[in-house]
């Protein structure tokens, strides 16, 4: 009997075995690459992260955006340590985004519009250093873009002032109490009052004129 067309056949069914396993591994590793280069997080402190977080939900690529609290020393903290201010933290949002819809550069530009940067004593109505400007950056990359979009503010925004929003490695990220996530959503009028009362589009417009419309609240 003439096994040599067995032999062949063999032969053919392991080359075709090696090569689909082959192309597995490689397409696993493309989607986790993909994966990854989509999925970032970007960490800032732009005062009360009711505002902020309703600002940064409306811009594309931005897949969701939390509420809590950074920069400080205690554990675990709550919203009523972190007000009084003692805690070291201060409010702000955890942003999860799409770099292939939207980049970390363009979330600081949007991020300046969104704040006084030239305010070092905390944002708009609220005062103290649980509600001061801070950029959390995750890696070296968000560092340097941080910098060079801080010092480009500083040259060419004529603000009036040096810009007072500090830079700083991001440390743990506390989630806030669930009543505070979403709560432009949740509590539309009560949202709307504040913001309104706190002077905070009041203040963009002075700083950023027209491009502040972006950035007022999605409930209106």
């Not at 056949?9 to 990854?36: H, K, P, W």
């Not at 201010?85 to 949007?110: A, C, N, R, W």
Request: hydrophobic share 35%; proline share 3%; net charge neutral.
């Amino acid at each position: 009997m003439n096994n040599k067309p067995f032999a062949v056949v063999q032969i053919i069914a392991r080359f075709f075995c090696t090569l689909l396993t082959f192309l597995s591994i490689f397409l696993a590793g493309i989607m986790a690459t993909t994966s990854y280069a989509q999925e970032q997080t970007a960490t800032f402190a732009g005062g009360c992260f009711w505002c902020s977080e309703s600002d940064f939900e409306k811009l594309d690529g931005v897949i969701a955006v939390t509420s809590g609290y950074i920069g400080g020393h205690l554990k675990n903290p709550t919203y009523k340590e972190v007000s009084s201010g003692k805690t070291g933290h201060t409010e702000g949002v955890q942003i999860i985004f799409d770099s292939q819809k939207v980049s970390y550069s363009t979330l600081l530009e949007y991020f300046w519009k969104s704040i006084d940067p030239i305010d070092a004593g905390g944002q708009f109505c609220d005062r103290g250093q649980q509600y001061r400007s801070e950029i959390f950056y995750h890696d070296k990359k968000q560092r340097e873009a941080a910098e060079k979009s801080r010092q480009a503010l500083d040259q060419n925004a004529n603000l009036g002032a040096p810009v007072a929003t500090k830079i700083t490695a991001a440390s743990t990220f506390y989630p806030a109490e669930d009543y505070h996530q979403d709560y432009y959503l949740k509590n539309p009028l009560r949202y709307k009052y504040y913001r309104w009362g706190c002077g905070r589009d009041k203040r963009l417009e002075e700083l950023w004129g027209t491009v502040a419309e972006e950035n007022k609240p999605a409930v209106q």
